[in-house]
């Protein structure tokens, strides 16, 4: 057994992030619920407070946990603390409710997003405070933490000591160059990189034929110092590192017999200004936590001046997708019946279209939406979706903050569709309602619309979030602001779309809520 505070020998190891919390969208979902204990010092009690506050605002959940509209933090500490009592230790954190925390820093602390020490204090870097207050988004905050991130790390006791994403966008730029992408298995074998180096990895696909999972295993097996499983090493480590490239904005995943790996061409221009801000780190900057945080902070400026230079680009580019949805209904062969089962098996792990896969639940929500709209609408209206989507219209990453989901336009018309996943009835009415009323009731564009709509649309409204929508109703009318909207379930407003009745249902709800409040004030 180990003496305890004896640090291990670094070795050699596969590319790999925290693997419980596999999707990078739910990064800016805790970041958000966590923001409040910026700054606090992370000892026993504050730590139970913070791990506690996850569990009351539903990111973290157990059935031991009950949590309900009046549960407190002291309600549930003690039952936070028994639930977690035999994670161990980890990180530098103690074992039980302080290793939970752990479990959701680790990846954002490897990235520069948070710097998280036991009996430290807590810390937001600047690109995560910029995502959380919306200034920026998801792939624009990956990307530049992307882009500072380093192998060997404070948090990595790992001798590979390079940029892996560098390292693998330069591979897929060579391999574009040669009309070539890089398929998964090879990704696989990538990740087993010592150096970094791109002529000898290229060299190494070109002699080697990885035709399955189980080839790449045999092969980084036979050459590398491997420990770990084939599935921990084939599917576990690789799918969330390749989610991080996606939201990113890095690539682009396509299926043609088997999955394949290619650069995102929307973002070609971007990725090889990023990666002419190659960071170089010195090897106290590598091992010291705090250095390595700091140094991660470093060339925001910079860095953020790229983001506003290619989000202009972003914002011409955009038209673009509208045409996008409809080469995809016609490519993949997508009609209602396809676009309601794909609606159906959001958060489930089987796809109807297998190359939709890849995109994170809340978006796929989005772009489901977006197509089922051009599927009865036809080109009747402009339909724009504001996520990011790569050079064929597959989205990877939510609109930017001060745009909404969904925007439908014709001379006269403007309507606005804004869709969550978000059930918790606290998350729902404060994340998702007052940005969507004050977008649709600030923008000079919409102003010029005769006819305004918004569609809310959620698994399921709570009273709280109907409530919300009625009053601003009320304060539209008493303003002589004409607009109709409705919060619709999902499953509702997929009925009202498949009867083309959305704009008649929007305002017969909107004409009754006001009736009924004039009826009562009167």
């Known amino acids: 057994m180990r003496k305890k505070g004896i640090k291990r020998k670094p070795t050699y190891k596969q590319m790999a992030f925290e693997t419980a919390v596999r999707n990078p969208e739910r990064y800016l979902e805790i970041f958000t619920a966590l923001k409040e204990f910026d700054g606090t010092i992370l000892n026993d009690e ?7 506050h996850l569990y009351l605002n539903k990111i973290v959940t157990s059935d031991d946990v009950v949590v309900d509209e009046t ?3 002291d309600d549930i500490k003690d039952h936070v603390a028994k639930v977690n009592k035999s994670r161990r230790a980890d990180g530098g954190f103690p074992s039980g409710y302080a290793s939970r925390f752990w479990t959701y820093m680790r990846t954002p602390s490897e990235l520069g997003f948070v710097y998280a020490r036991y009996n430290k204090t807590f810390k937001f870097s600047t690109i995560a405070k910029k995502l959380i207050e919306g200034k920026i988004d998801e792939q624009e905050a990956f990307s530049i933490q992307a882009i500072k991130y380093n192998r060997k790390n404070p948090y990595r006791n790992v001798t590979n000591d390079f940029n892996f994403f560098s390292f693998i966008l330069k591979v897929l730029i060579k391999l574009k160059e040669k009309g070539k992408s890089l398929s998964y298995e090879q990704f696989i074998v990538a990740m087993f990189s010592e150096k970094g180096d791109v002529n000898d990895f290229i060299n190494i696909i070109n002699n080697n034929n990885f035709k399955d999972f189980s080839s790449a295993f045999d092969f980084v097996k036979k050459n590398y110092n491997l420990t770990t499983n084939e599935k921990t090493a084939t599917k576990d480590y690789p799918d969330v590192v390749r989610r991080v490239f996606i939201i990113s904005g890095f690539v682009s995943i396509r299926y043609s017999g088997k999955k394949l790996i290619q650069i995102n061409e929307n973002k070609l221009k971007y990725i090889n200004e990023l ?3 190659e960071f170089s780190l010195t090897e106290e900057e590598k091992t010291d936590s705090i250095k390595y945080f700091n140094k991660l902070e470093t060339k925001n400026d910079k860095l953020l001046s790229l983001i506003s230079k290619y989000r202009k680009e972003d914002i011409i580019k955009g038209s673009e997708y509208v045409n996008k949805i409809f080469d995809i209904i016609e490519n993949y062969k997508i009609n209602e019946e396809i676009i309601i089962k794909s609606i159906d098996k959001i958060g489930s792990k089987k796809a109807i279209i297998e190359e939709f896969k890849e995109i994170p ?8 939406i977006s197509i089922l709209i051009a599927l009865k609408y036809g080109k009747e209206f402009s339909i724009r979706p504001n996520y990011k989507a790569d050079h064929i219209g597959k989205p990877y990453s939510h609109a930017p903050g001060n745009k909404g989901d969904i925007e ?8 606005l569709i804004e869709v969550t996943l978000i059930r918790n009835k606290t998350q729902q009415l404060n994340n998702e309602t007052t940005s969507v009323i004050r977008h649709l ?9 005769l006819n305004k709509y918004l569609s809310f649309v959620a698994p399921f409204i709570h ?6 929508f009625d009053i601003s109703i009320v304060m539209a009318k008493k303003d002589n602001y004409k607009v109709n909207l409705k919060p619709y379930s999902l499953k509702e407003f997929v009925e009202t779309t498949l009867k083309r009745e959305n704009f008649k249902d929007m305002e017969n709800y909107t004409r009754n809520v006001f009736k009924e409040f004039r009826e009562n004030l009167n």
Request: charged share 30%; glycine share 0%.
């Open 441 to 449: 009731f600030s923008n000079e564009e919409i102003s010029n619309r």
């Open 275 to 277: 990666l002419k801000y």
């Open 408 to 415: 439908i336009y014709s001379d006269d018309i403007y309507w």
């Open 361 to 368: 639940d809340p978006l796929k929500l989005e772009f489901y």
């Open 463 to 468: 009273m709280d979030t109907k409530r919300f």
């Open 71 to 73: 549960t407190t933090i």
């Open 46 to 52: 504050n730590l139970l407070k913070i791990v506690s």
